[in-house]
């Protein structure tokens, strides 16, 4: 097993880089599977695992009877009568593996031992064939059972037992002092394990941000130096605030295309004199401020499930039908303050 931590400042692009391994796991017929840890929910135990758990067993669910038969009766055989403790700790775990017997109780840590133990063989078994990358997010906000479960899973493949396992985790590193248990548990890991590494990822500096506008405005780099020279500025070179700042101008009609001239057009001295804010958190209140009443009170709701919401709980506690919920989302998720994954809506 592998792991690889990426930190960086919010917004500075660490789950976008890493969501960019999609095709090279693809073209290897592996895994890609990910669960995301909530601020508001760190008292939930295991919740960024059992999301990605969750989205491994969906996709076993998807193989061929065949396929499916096969897979339960390994999973069972390797781990014998204690596959139930998969099913205790998530329901969805039974479709696939089936009725099991409870299992006799024991005390909290002949629990817990016994809980490794299961996850251990279960990763063991299902990255036997194909890799498997889990991804797991906002690591700041990780309970302390994730935290102990993560040399457990490194530890998978030391047994003299294949383990195709990539653990992928990102946290924002300006919240982690030295005695943070998250920062603790993968210094521990990078002591222990060659295979465990950090990638820290830096603002942009100008030259990049002006990179980025030659790009985006098939400009020459001397036309648009200036400009990147305000936007890194401004945004302190933080991608998603160059991304949300770009729109404010568009938005604000301080960027145009002149469809006579063929190009983009603006102008650096309109640009300066705009009360256009420095903070990204006030930047998105003002575009979330000018959505509609209706999309506003959904999001609300929406925030009370999590930064991961589904459309049929959030209709549920709406009182919405499907449709009237999807259609007052809409503006944010046109917007880009909600982003669809799969099934699930997250929410930004």
């Not at 945004?235 to 006579?260: A, H, Q, R, V």
Request: glycine share 4%; proline share 4%; charged share 15%.
């Amino acid at each position: 097993p592998q792991l690889l931590a990426v930190e960086g400042l919010a917004g500075i692009g660490k789950s976008a880089l890493i969501h960019e391994v999609h095709k090279p796991i693809a073209a290897h017929s592996g895994i890609f599977t990910c669960g995301k840890f909530d601020q508001f929910q760190k008292n939930t135990p295991y919740s960024a695992l059992k999301q990605a758990f969750s989205g491994w067993v969906q996709h076993a669910l998807s193989l061929k009877d065949s396929a499916l038969s096969a897979l339960r009766e390994q999973l069972n055989n390797t781990l014998g009568t204690n596959a139930r403790v998969l099913v205790d700790f998530m329901e969805i775990f039974q479709v696939l593996l089936g009725d099991l017997p409870p299992l006799p109780v024991l005390g909290d840590q002949e629990t817990q031992n016994r809980f490794h133990l299961v996850i251990q063989r279960f990763i063991q078994q299902i990255t036997q064939d194909r890799p498997l990358v889990i991804f797991i997010d906002d690591l700041q906000w990780a309970d302390q059972g994730t935290l102990s479960l993560l040399p457990q899973l490194m530890s998978a493949g030391t047994q003299n037992t294949s383990c195709s396992l990539l653990l992928l985790v990102a946290y924002r590193d300006n919240e982690l002092e030295s005695t943070h248990p998250a920062r603790l548990t993968l210094n521990h890991l990078q002591e222990e394990y060659i295979t465990a590494t950090t990638l820290t990822l830096r603002p942009l500096v100008v030259k990049q941000v002006n990179q980025l506008l030659v790009d985006a405005l098939h400009q020459a780099p001397t036309t648009t130096k200036a400009l990147a020279e305000l936007i890194e500025q401004k945004t302190k070179g933080n991608p998603f605030f160059i991304n949300e700042f770009l729109k404010t101008l568009y938005s604000e009609k301080l960027l145009n295309f002149d469809l006579n001239q063929q190009r983009w057009l603006w102008s650096l001295d309109t640009i300066k004199e705009q009360a256009i804010t420095n903070n990204v958190v006030e930047l998105m209140l003002c575009k979330m401020h000018q959505l509609p009443d209706s999309t506003q009170q959904m999001l609300q709701l929406a925030s009370c499930i999590g930064s991961l919401f589904d459309l049929h709980t959030l209709s549920i506690i709406s009182e919405q039908s499907m449709p009237n919920t999807i259609k007052q989302l809409w503006p944010a998720l046109n917007e880009g303050l909600l982003l669809q994954e799969g099934g699930d809506w997250l929410l930004g």
